[in-house]
């Protein structure tokens, strides 16, 4: 694998994940969530999520453990990965508490609600003690919350990376998609920080390091398995990508879009998605 392709890919894999950095902004700075927007964006990256992982991503797995196992064993070599990649975003969803989870919609308001009303707790304890015990809470809250996204972020990671790697204009669009709903859970990480410290900034850099894990997450993985690379394995890699993805989609994004706005506003994101996604596939035929 040439070098100049690697640093394509880490680059694209670097910018999603760091994504979480704009939504610490946004969270830190703007004065209300624009929900119908977000609604838009998130049902918009799902779409382009679904349409490229069962258009594209399968398509080129397929052809790949085909090439390689032959026309049965390599369709079901295809299938097994595809559901194993949901099976392996499903069990780390399992593991992290639905309170603590990033990917539970939240907006501005809420948040700052929330925070808001245990710092309100706080004050009224008239006890110097319970204000640093609050501020400890709220700390502890941001920090689990940016390392249960730097787990969860991985196989994100491994999603992106892998699909520059293979077609560059494909990193390209997955990229885009992930960084989309990576914005959310900047928010989820830099508000909490934000009320246990008084600093804007310290919320907003805490935000932008727990996108991190996704791009070393990438490296290290790519690292571990390169120099067993070959057609079946980057097959296998390459599905598990697709059923990682469609399961991001349907157990993450369309919930939330439809949370943070009107439930027809998601569905025109999804097929706005898949639109721009099929024309830029046609554009590189």
């Given at each position: 694998m040439?070098?100049?392709?690697?640093?394509?890919?880490?680059?694209?894999?670097?910018?999603?994940?760091?994504?979480?950095?704009?939504?610490?902004?946004?969270?830190?700075?703007?004065?209300?969530?624009?929900?119908?927007?977000?609604?838009?964006?998130?049902?918009?990256?799902?779409?382009?999520?679904?349409?490229?992982?069962?258009v594209e991503i399968f398509s080129e797995a397929r052809t790949a453990l085909v090439g390689a196992l032959g026309e049965r064993s390599g369709s079901w070599a295809t299938v097994i990965a595809f559901f194993a990649g949901?099976?392996?975003?499903?069990?780390?969803?399992?593991?992290?508490?639905?309170?603590?989870?990033?990917?539970?919609?939240?907006?501005?308001?809420?948040?700052?609600?929330?925070?808001?009303?245990?710092?309100?707790?706080?004050?009224?304890?008239?006890?110097?003690?319970?204000?640093?015990?609050?501020?400890t809470s709220l700390m502890r809250t941001g920090v689990f919350t940016a390392l249960v996204i730097a787990v969860h972020n991985f196989p994100e990671g491994m999603a992106t990376f892998t699909a520059a790697l293979q077609d560059p204009s494909l990193g390209i669009a997955i990229a885009a998609a992930i960084a989309i709903h990576n914005i959310p859970e900047g928010i989820a990480v830099a508000i909490p920080i934000y009320y246990a410290t008084g600093n804007k900034w310290q919320g907003f850099w805490y935000s932008l390091l727990s996108g991190v894990a996704e791009p070393i997450g990438a490296l290290v993985a790519w690292l571990l398995l390169a120099k067993f690379?070959?057609?079946?394995?980057?097959?296998?890699?390459?599905?598990?990508?697709?059923?990682?993805?469609?399961?991001?989609?349907?157990?993450?994004?369309?919930?939330?879009?439809?949370?943070?706005?009107e439930h027809h506003l998601a569905i025109y994101g999804v097929v706005a998605g898949m639109m721009v996604m099929a024309v830029s596939l046609l554009l590189f035929i």
């Open positions: 040439e070098l100049s392709g690697m640093g394509f890919s880490f680059g694209l894999t670097l910018l999603a994940g760091l994504s979480t950095g704009v939504g610490g902004l946004l969270g830190l700075f703007a004065k209300r969530t624009n929900t119908k927007f977000l609604s838009v964006a998130l049902g918009f990256s799902a779409g382009v999520m679904i349409y490229v992982s069962m949901m099976l392996l975003i499903a069990l780390i969803d399992k593991a992290i508490p639905s309170g603590s989870n990033p990917h539970e919609p939240k907006t501005m308001e809420d948040m700052e609600a929330a925070d808001g009303n245990e710092a309100a707790a706080a004050v009224d304890a008239s006890v110097s003690t319970s204000q640093a015990q609050q501020n690379i070959s057609g079946t394995l980057f097959g296998v890699m390459f599905a598990a990508v697709a059923g990682i993805m469609v399961f991001i989609s349907l157990d993450e994004l369309l919930p939330a879009a439809r949370e943070y706005g």
